[in-house]
């Protein structure tokens, strides 16, 4: 395969943010590099940025002024943890406008949904959106940590639904660590990452019930609060643990999925559910998607490589 082929691909300019996470995450290129500070500033005008933030109503929500969760997976939330994916902050206004909503609506107490008693999932993914889009140190954020401490399961992993232990589907709570930098994780956080970590990786972030549950074989984006086993790599080895022996299935298989010219596919757009799914979706829902499933992604692409740098710098 052409490695420079994938590289070239991904540098193009029509996703700038694609382009700017391959020159910082797998080139190594500084923030005051000139071609990385352009693509920086380019996300909010081309490609997935751009399309995103132009759906935005004035007073900063999408899709639905009462509501910052529904419609799913087309309202606020799901934009919002989108941006953030994208590497935007609230230096930019129309970031600051949607992250004000959040603070109003979902972490003011009171306030018509307070966030810090919803399920985990909600949670983890509030904490680490506003965490990447720069609030990690305000106290209404810090509060929103101290919740996914508290709600881990004595086996190390969490649940979204009411369980005595964890699940491999409920990684939100990990992903949200994993964007606070290290020197803002206390104490408590570190070790619940330890346990998490933990969990993950004596089941090889894959090895849950006694059926396979295909979903997770597949690869997705945007993920929602669905797990798949990219989902678990990316998290893991964000937090560290790219050089732990038990990843060697779970990119065994990342590796069986690369294409001869060394891209991935996005596999499926969610929700998808397999028939071993345990639950049903109560709403009709509105899949989102950036890329067409079924045919070679940048996303997926890139978030591939970003896990095998971290596990080749690991080793």
């Known amino acids: ?79 919002c943890i989108i941006l953030s994916d994208l590497g935007l902050t609230a230096e930019n206004k129309r970031v600051r406008k949607a992250a004000q909503l959040f603070f109003e609506q979902w972490l003011a107490i009171p306030s018509a949904t307070n966030v810090f008693t919803e399920e985990v999932c909600i949670v983890g993914n509030t904490a680490r959106m506003l965490t990447r889009f720069g609030f990690a140190d305000d106290f209404r954020v810090r509060k929103l940590f101290d919740r996914l401490v508290e709600d881990q399961k004595k086996d190390g992993g969490w649940h979204c639904f009411e369980s005595s232990t964890g699940t491999l589907d409920c990684w939100e709570a990990l992903a949200a660590f994993s964007a606070l930098p290290k020197s803002k994780q206390t104490r408590r956080i570190r070790n619940s990452i330890e346990k998490g970590a933990e969990f993950y990786l004596e089941r090889h972030l894959m090895n849950e019930g006694s059926k396979k549950y295909t979903p997770w074989y597949r690869f997705h984006y945007p993920i929602h609060y669905y797990y798949d086993i990219l989902v678990g790599l990316d998290v893991i080895t964000r937090l560290g643990y790219g050089n732990d022996r038990r990843l060697k299935e779970a990119l065994t298989l990342l590796r069986e999925k690369r294409l001869p010219n060394g891209t991935w596919l996005l596999d499926k757009v969610h929700p998808d559910l397999g028939t071993e799914a345990q639950y049903t979706l109560r709403r009709k829902v509105s899949p989102f998607t950036l890329e067409k499933p079924g045919e070679p992604s940048k996303w997926i692409t890139l978030t591939a490589l970003r896990v095998l740098k971290r596990v080749e710098e690991a080793n």
Do not use: F
């Open 1 to 79: 395969m052409n490695h420079q082929y994938v590289i070239d691909w991904l540098l193009e300019e029509d996703q700038p943010a694609v382009r700017y996470l391959t020159l910082t995450d797998i080139l190594g290129r500084r923030g005051n590099d000139s071609d990385v500070r352009d693509a920086y500033a380019s996300i909010s005008k081309k490609g997935w940025g751009l399309n995103i933030l132009q759906s935005q109503e004035s007073d900063g929500n999408w899709q639905s002024p009462r509501s910052l969760y529904t419609p799913k997976y087309s309202a606020t939330n799901w934009m």
